[in-house]
């Protein structure tokens, strides 16, 4: 039997941060459940349990206001859920389980690193798309019904689903920066919720190829779900009120080093590792905002946003010359 106080405790905080940047998830839950002292493989597996759960209720909200585009997701679905699906029985070809619990950790390492990645990369194409539609007076030109790019689409969901099935981790982060880059005039909410939408069967078939390997441990999962979704609303309720790129950005630390860390790194390591990002990651984050040219620190947001814009459109102007 779990400590279900710590459980409720990871999921509530777990759920605050999902509320406020809408990401997290797989990525700092599973984690902390193996932190907790639960074995990789039960973490992953009542964790899509729990995300299944958690994320159909998101989904539903999209669905019922038309936001999410269907034919983007269903060529999400046809690659991601026959490889999430593959994930429980593929670590279950791995060997021991004591070799089983070393790969698990090993890949959800790697898939923390890659969530952080995507995590800057999305903060990056972010501002990109400010200055654009700075430039253009303020709109910007959303596509509703963006032609389809059906093979790379198919091959995103491959890549996203395997990565869940194994990790738990990508569902929301990965693919949707994937998407970001595939679709960059894909309308936001379209955007938000086509992911909502293709994660569900996604997390539903990895989750069902876990539970028929792990099975599933109530002591563990309704926790999840108990502690989750209050902390999603209150989440939801403060994130007008909070920096969400200072959030991000923090996610993204954490994400790096807990990822070092579930690959071996010595402790001593992490913590140069930590220490580097908090001192350097600023700096090099403020250069490459006066490379945009904007200020390198965020005070005076208007004003940079459209000196940016204007420098922009000038190199717009000298392309087509």
């Not at 990822?259 to 390591?269: E, I």
Request: glycine share 14%; aromatic share 4%; hydrophobic share 50%.
């Amino acid at each position: 039997m779990w400590d279900v106080t710590s459980l409720l405790l990871v999921a509530f905080g777990v759920g605050i941060v999902i509320g406020l940047t809408g990401m997290g998830g797989g990525a700092l839950m599973t984690p902390a459940l193996i932190f907790l002292g639960i074995p990789p493989t039960v973490a992953v597996a009542n964790d899509l349990v729990a995300a299944a759960v958690n994320k159909s209720v998101g989904a539903a909200a999209h669905l019922k206001h038309g936001a999410p585009d269907l034919r983007l997701a269903g060529l999400l679905i046809v690659g991601s859920v026959p490889t999430a699906a593959a994930g429980g029985w593929l670590i279950n070809q791995v060997g021991s389980p004591e070799e089983q619990q070393a790969f698990v950790k090993a890949a959800i390492g790697v898939a923390l690193l890659l969530a952080a990645g995507t995590y800057v990369l999305r903060t990056l194409l972010n501002m990109r798309h400010n200055i654009q539609v700075a430039s253009e007076g303020g709109t910007t030109h959303h596509e509703d019904t963006p032609k389809l790019r059906v093979v790379p689409t198919i091959v995103i969901g491959a890549l996203g689903g395997l990565l869940v099935g194994l990790t738990s981790v990508g569902s929301g982060s990965l693919i949707m920066v994937a998407l970001l880059m595939l679709y960059p005039r894909l309308a936001p909410n379209k955007l938000v919720g086509t992911d909502l939408v293709q994660a569900i069967p996604l997390v539903l078939a990895a989750a069902v190829g876990h539970v028929l390997y792990e099975g599933v441990d109530w002591s563990i999962l309704l926790p999840l779900i108990i502690g989750g979704a209050p902390g999603t609303y209150l989440g939801a309720r403060l994130a007008s009120w909070v920096q969400q790129n200072v959030v991000r950005r923090g996610i993204a630390i954490v994400l790096s080093l807990t990822g070092l860390g579930m690959l071996g790194l010595p402790p001593v390591w992490v913590g140069i590792a930590g220490a580097t990002l908090l001192v350097l990651g600023p700096i090099v984050w403020g250069l490459v905002r006066k490379g945009h040219g904007l200020p390198p620190f965020p005070n005076t947001r208007e004003e940079g946003l459209q000196a940016a814009a204007n420098r922009y459109k000038q190199r717009q102007g000298s392309h087509h010359d």
